[in-house]
């Protein structure tokens, strides 16, 4: 998929340079049909090599539904003279990191 739409890409920058050349012989529309190549070519590459189009978002493509849920809380101890009131190396705030 991201492999043709680098490809689309290239082609319309292709056309575009082709319809703005100038006359026979002018190397300018090339140098810079070469200069674009190398970052489309390396964005390219980056999303392939990372599938980002092939990822599950588990968050928005997953349905989940909660039932009647029953907990409770059992307190197994107490600590104080604690210096802060945050756990060390709490992930409560980045739910996606792993």
Do not use: C, I
């Not at 056309?15 to 070519?41: I, Q, Y």
């Amino acid at each position: 998929m991201t492999g043709v739409v680098a490809l689309d890409v290239l082609a319309a920058a292709g056309d575009v340079l082709a319809s703005a050349g100038g006359g026979e012989g002018d190397g300018r529309g090339l140098v810079l049909l070469l200069l674009l190549a190398g970052p489309l070519f390396a964005g390219w590459q980056h999303l392939r090599y990372r599938n980002t189009d092939k990822r599950h978002h588990h968050e928005s493509e997953t349905r989940s539904q909660m039932q009647d849920v029953q907990a409770d809380d059992t307190l197994t101890g107490r600590r104080t003279g604690l210096k802060s009131a945050r756990m060390q190396g709490a992930n409560s705030r980045k739910v996606t990191t792993r």
